[in-house]
């Protein structure tokens, strides 16, 4: 069993629409959770990160966190074609946010 | 603020050949992380270290792989003798403590 799981997708969604992404992880002690976007040939950047149980608004970003089912979802609201990339999400499996565990990616393509 | 800067951006050679990768951190981070990602496997972590000293090395593959820290604002990771299957992209990460991982813009081995 993946540590940090991910749905690869593709997921397409319409523009305007809200796309919605989500993670699972293994380790119930994991403290942190970040969401990176990762641009097709670019290195990944940072999002949303998240610690506590409940949602993180920051502009068309909503992380949600539910640790006693163990997932992290990302939310984009009025999706644009910018929003295309692949989303990876990543887990603190340790005591503080030192070392990061990645799932594979979500592929998300917004449909003008 | 520059940023991680990683070189060369594009690496090729021969197999067997020796490969030194190059990485700058944020200043004034205390982390830094080395990277792999590729298509089957994703974003690997190799090894990381805090304030120079390496402190886990467990997802580095082979002993072909080695990383060194020499001060707090230069890094290298060394694969000697290469191989095909070390083709990827590496990413070198910094974080002050509690942060998020900072990603440079990595470099694309290809190994023939």
């Known amino acids: 069993q993946k540590e940090v799981e991910q749905n690869s997708g593709p997921l397409s969604v319409p523009e305007g629409a809200i796309a919605s992404l989500n993670c699972t992880y293994s380790d119930r002690g994991s403290q942190s959770f970040f969401w990176y976007r990762q641009y097709s040939g670019k290195s990944p950047e940072l999002i949303m990160f998240?610690?506590?149980?409940g949602d993180k608004e920051d502009g068309r970003f909503t992380a949600q966190l539910n640790k006693a089912s163990q997932y992290v979802s990302l939310l984009i609201r009025d999706s644009q074609p910018s929003d295309s990339a692949t989303y990876l999400c990543?887990?603190?499996?340790?005591?503080?946010?030192?070392?990061?565990?990645f799932g594979t990616g979500t592929r998300l393509t917004i449909i003008p | 603020d520059a940023g991680v800067i990683q070189s060369p951006r594009h690496e090729v050679t021969e197999m067997g050949q020796e490969v030194t990768l190059r990485c700058k951190p944020i200043s004034g981070h205390d982390y830094l992380f080395w990277y792999r990602q590729t298509m089957m496997r994703g974003l690997e972590l190799l090894i990381y270290?805090?304030?120079?000293?390496?402190?886990?090395d467990s997802g580095m593959p082979e002993d072909r792989f080695s990383a060194k820290m020499p001060n707090a604002s230069f890094s290298t990771l060394k694969i000697q003798p290469s191989e095909p299957r070390d083709s990827a992209v590496y990413f070198c990460?910094?974080?002050?403590?509690?942060?998020?991982?900072?990603f440079g813009n990595g470099t694309r081995l290809t190994v023939t």
């Open positions: 270290f805090n304030n120079n000293v390496p402190i886990d």
């Open positions: 990460a910094s974080s002050f403590t509690t942060g998020p991982n900072h």
């Open positions: 990543a887990v603190n499996m340790g005591f503080g946010n030192e070392k990061l565990t």
């Open positions: 998240i610690y506590s149980n």
